[in-house]
């Protein structure tokens, strides 16, 4: 909250005056109210001049020290100050599901309000300027994601193979889509990415036919927009293709183990068997597994 209120010299002869904790509540209702032109709170449209708040909030916000002590005042209190704020023609209230709406009254010019504390042609001024500065920034974002376009392509056209899944898996999408032909340098840059990975562009399609089709069941047969969003699923899908085709190869390794130190064992029974029956001693087995060592 920045800037400031003013309020009309005849504030000091109406009966508020005399009331010390009614003349805060008051200040705090104009310095929170809301200064642009609405809002939206929790689905309450709140506009220029108006406060949403709770009466347990307002305690909080209206608390004091006095001879020490932390003093919060009871909604009660507030209540009262509030119907006079309202006899008096200051403020208008309205219950909602989160709270109370206070809205400022202007009446004869007893309160009026400038936002961040300038006049209505400096306001303006201040608007056009930001206007500019916004369209500089946008004007300068999509400079950088066509440069980003550019590179890719260039890139992308030294790989024909690369190209050739590129133009595939782009086909694929904008069918899938189904609404218009149009993709952005961000797009482009993810469907490049995934077009680099080692997976064949026919599982590719497959895998994006899968994610539309769960997509549109859980939105109402709805389609994906953007290809952001097929490049996230995919990722997963290959790393888990991956992690997949690794697992038998790590089992197998030490189910080998296992088959060579059970054919040892044998073997060393027998030779132990046959010791025994020419009369020899019992001796250590000449070899050991390797998870002993």
């Given amino acids: 909250m920045t800037g400031w209120i003013k309020f009309n010299r005849s504030t000091i002869e109406s009966p508020i005056w005399g ?5 805060r509540l008051l200040l705090l209702l104009s310095c929170r109210a809301l200064q642009k032109e609405f809002m939206y709170i929790e689905e309450v449209k709140v506009h220029r001049g108006q406060y949403l708040r709770s009466y347990s909030r307002l305690a909080e916000d209206l608390q004091y020290v006095e001879n020490g002590n932390l003093k919060i005042p009871s909604k009660n209190t507030i209540k009262l100050s509030v119907d006079r704020l309202r006899k008096y023609g200051l403020i208008s209230t309205e219950e909602t599901k989160i709270g109370t709406l206070f809205t400022l009254l202007q009446n004869d010019g007893d309160f009026s309000a400038h936002e961040n504390g300038r006049t209505e042609d400096e306001a303006q001024q201040d608007k056009a300027v930001m206007n500019a500065s916004l369209k500089e920034e946008c004007k300068k974002g999509r400079e950088e994601k066509e440069k980003e376009s550019v590179r890719a392509r ?6 024909p193979d690369v190209q ?3 133009e595939k898996v782009t086909e694929g999408f904008l069918k899938l889509r189904n609404s218009g032909f149009y993709i952005s340098p961000k797009e482009q840059c993810a469907i490049g990415k995934i077009a680099e990975k080692e997976i064949e562009v026919e599982t590719l399609l497959c895998w994006m036919g899968e994610i539309q089709s769960a997509y549109r069941k859980r939105n109402t047969n709805s389609t994906i927009k953007s290809f952001i969003y097929y490049e996230k699923a ?3 899908k290959i790393r888990d293709s991956s992690s997949a085709s690794k697992s038998p190869t790590s089992s197998a390794h030490p189910l080998k183990q296992t088959n060579d130190f059970l054919a040892k064992l044998e073997k060393w029974k027998r030779e132990g068997e046959d010791r025994l029956a020419n009369g020899s001693k019992r001796i250590k087995p000449s070899f050991e597994p390797e998870w002993i060592r």
């Avoid at 009331?19 to 003349?23: D, G, K, M, V, W």
Wanted: hydrophobic share 30%; no cysteine; charged share 35%.
């Fill in 154 to 159: 260039n890139d992308l056209s030294s790989k």
């Fill in 164 to 166: 050739r899944r590129v």
């Fill in 234 to 236: 995919l990722r997963r």
């Fill in 19 to 23: 009331s010390p904790f009614t003349l």
